[in-house]
């Protein structure tokens, strides 16, 4: 082979290896730092790993918001119509954060089947929803249509 020609297929060689690991690395990265957003259902059924960050929403339970005598801490269930998870918080909730409203939580599931919420956002007026809560609850409810349907007949 010709010098010139084996530095030039050397040079090819080395930039196709470099283009490669750094592609590698970023879609290693970009893997890592997904959140996906899970409904209470996919939580209840065990879909979620522990330890996996990820958003999860729905409606927050009337009655259920307990407050810590001890600090800023809270726990409340959160619901989709179908099922329900129990979310514990240690910070300062939004403003607009109240039973029946929804709201969306980044966070961590526990072994013992508690999320662990690092934040929560609340919807900021009544006539939005977050699009992911929307299309959970809407599901929830045909879901439970056609159980009731099925049972029926």
């Not at 957003?37 to 990820?54: D, K, S, W």
């Not at 979310?87 to 966070?107: C, T």
Request: without cysteine.
């Amino acid at each position: 082979m010709h010098p010139k020609r084996k530095k030039r297929l050397i040079l090819i060689l080395f930039l196709v290896a470099g283009v490669g690991t750094a592609v590698g690395l970023m879609m290693y990265s970009l893997s890592q730092n997904i959140n996906l957003f899970m409904t209470p259902t996919q939580m209840a059924n065990g879909e979620v790993p522990v330890g996996r960050t990820v958003r999860a929403g729905g409606l927050v339970v009337a009655g259920s918001v307990e407050r810590s005598d001890q600090g800023l801490g809270a726990t409340f269930r959160v619901t989709d119509g179908a099922a329900e998870v129990t979310i514990s918080y240690d910070g300062i909730l939004p403003d607009l954060f109240r039973e029946g409203q929804g709201i969306v939580a980044l966070g961590q599931m526990s072994a013992d089947g508690v999320f662990i919420a690092s934040e929560v956002l609340a919807k900021h007026d009544e006539n939005y929803m977050p699009p992911e809560v929307k299309d959970a609850l809407e599901k929830a409810h045909t879901e439970g249509k056609q159980a009731l349907e099925s049972a029926r007949y």
